[in-house]
């Protein structure tokens, strides 16, 4: 059956980024229609009452790159976008010390001081440095790539930009910026710090999102890249949304809306329309068939071009570059109920320091033997994980007196040696309660629910292929001009009209909503010139 409707463009995906490219397209002027796949928008930034009086942001939980561009632009605190500080980060020891540290940096500073004097004094030369490495790269956010290859006057003026960008940095900026772009997480610490658990705290950012380990060349830019969260301006600053991550997404949701987009939900796609080379509609799953001048994809590149597009539309070379792209997800979630707060032998009782991130990453050494069970295909027997317990600031996620625990975890490899994840997915879950158990020993007591969530969860239930939380991997032969492939990096595709705006484009995952803002920019200057 075939719709009468006619839109300028249609976006596949209600994600934050399909949801932020919609919005601005709509203010443009355009006609925009989102299809949204599940029942509830918001994509892996979403909020859901798992069990009853408890809601969790089942995937991302924390917020730190939402582009401040996109807050102001969109006005999400109008539409009830409001972040609640992270503070700090708790991580303990098994000889029962720990490592706090907290927004505060001179409390943070003594801290340090307390395993290491002079890792101290570095802490604040290591902050400096960072800032500088983040102030050469962040203008690189709002960039289209561009493409090396090419004579395009606009495409050399930007390379001619980033030389002399690199030009004017003085020789140890230099050296910085091209030892974090090569350089594994914890070699590049190592130059700055002596104290084990501090450097396997700070190299667990430069993990996430990978099938790397701390010591693997490159991680040293994914830490980077998580360093530049901003929040009110402010380097490193994390915080959670009140109402969950999904209320991210319903603010910007709200946004659209008030343009006049409209947004459609249980609406799966089957097939992309394409003739004579043009993208001209989609097929949705229930027969129908919606027509519009324009397509955009917020969906990885495995889902578009090899689930909704028949590969008789496509360039042979496109789509071997595309079938190379790497996914290899390797995280996976716990997510707790509470009928109490977990107590820690390190920190015994209730107090500020659960009211931040609290961070299993004792070592080095156990962050690396982390991955070395993940290489061989099992996940992580002693995992590191990434916990936070949002309801002790936002006490609306749950019943009075109780909590929400969200633990990220690493390593859980989409392809496992043995078995699959059906059949594992609960001796994952009891892995990561008895890692907790070994610092906090009455987790056991207090779990009233758990829901445990796997790669292959996320890849059925959220259509991130191979459960990768970026759309593939942040890794340096995935990023800027190459993402998701060389010369397919300014959000087109080989297919006239169709355009991709999610997490597998520059400049990469996280909530961040600067995809879904570039692509838009370059559809609407395609609009203007007659597309």
Not at 65 to 86: A, F, K, Y
Not at 330 to 337: D, H, R, W, Y
Not at 422 to 449: C, M, Q, R, S, W
Not at 462 to 467: I, P, R, V
Request: charged residues 25%; proline residues 6%.
């Amino acid at each position: 059956m075939a719709s009468s409707s006619k839109y300028d463009v249609i976006v596949i995906g209600g994600g934050h980024n399909g949801l932020t490219h919609a919005a601005y397209l709509q203010r443009a002027g355009k006609k925009v229609l989102v299809l949204e796949r599940r029942h509830v928008l918001g994509g892996a930034a979403v909020t859901e009452e798992v069990f009853p009086g408890f809601k969790f942001s089942v995937c991302s939980y924390v917020v730190s790159l939402l582009r401040p561009e996109i807050i102001r632009d969109l006005d999400l605190p109008r539409h009830g976008l409001e972040i609640l500080p992270l503070d700090g980060t708790f991580t303990p020891m098994p000889n029962g010390d720990h490592l706090w540290r907290v927004n505060d940096h001179g409390l943070t500073r003594r801290e340090i001081a307390r395993h290491s004097r002079v890792d101290a004094e570095a802490y604040d030369e290591f902050g400096k440095a960072m800032q500088q490495m983040c102030r050469f790269v962040k203008p690189i956010l709002n960039m289209v790539p561009p493409d090396p290859t090419s004579l395009n006057p606009k495409d050399l003026g930007k390379l001619l930009f980033l030389g002399n960008r690199f030009r004017k940095l003085n020789a140890q900026e230099k050296y910085d910026q091209v030892q974090l772009m090569t350089m594994s997480a914890i070699d590049f610490l190592d130059q700055w710090f002596e104290t084990d658990v501090l450097k396997a705290t700070m190299s667990a950012s430069g993990i996430i999102g990978t099938f790397l380990g701390v010591r693997s060349p490159g991680t040293a830019y994914v830490l980077l890249h998580h360093y530049m969260g901003e929040i009110d301006g402010a380097f490193r600053a994390w915080g959670f949304a009140r109402g969950g991550t999904g209320a991210i997404s319903e603010a910007i949701a709200s946004a659209a809306r008030e343009a006049g987009v409209e947004i459609r939900t249980k609406a799966g796609i089957a097939q992309i329309l394409v003739k004579d080379g043009k993208a001209i509609g989609v097929a949705l799953n229930n027969g129908d068939e919606i027509y519009a001048d324009v397509i955009s994809s917020s969906v990885d590149p495995r889902n578009t071009f090899s689930k909704m597009i028949e590969a008789r539309h496509l360039p042979g070379d496109f789509l071997e570059d595309v079938n190379r792209y790497k996914y290899r997800g390797s995280s996976g979630k716990v997510n707790l109920a509470l009928d109490a707060l977990p107590n820690f032998t390190a920190m015994p009782g209730e107090g500020p320091h659960l009211r931040g991130a609290i961070s299993i990453s004792p070592s080095v050494e156990y962050m690396e033997r982390a991955y070395d069970d993940a290489k061989y295909g099992d996940f992580s027997r002693h995992p590191y994980i990434d916990m936070v317990i949002p309801t002790l600031t936002d006490p609306s996620l749950a019943p009075p007196g109780k909590h929400v625990m969200s633990c990220f975890v690493q390593y859980a490899p989409y392809k496992l040696r043995e078995g699959n994840w059906d059949e594992k997915k609960e001796a994952f879950g009891d892995t990561v309660i008895n890692t907790i158990a070994e610092y906090a020993p009455n987790i056991k007591d207090i779990i009233l629910h758990r829901q445990v969530v796997t790669p292959l969860d996320l890849e059925r239930e959220f259509g991130l292929s191979e459960g990768n939380i970026f759309q593939g991997e942040l890794s340096l032969e995935q990023l800027f001009f190459l993402r998701p492939a060389p010369g397919w990096a300014r959000f087109r595709t080989p297919i006239k009209n169709l355009y991709m705006c999610g997490s597998a484009t520059h400049p990469g995952g996280g909530i961040m909503g600067a995809p879904g803002r570039l692509s838009a920019l370059e559809v609407i200057k395609d609009m203007k010139g007659g597309v």
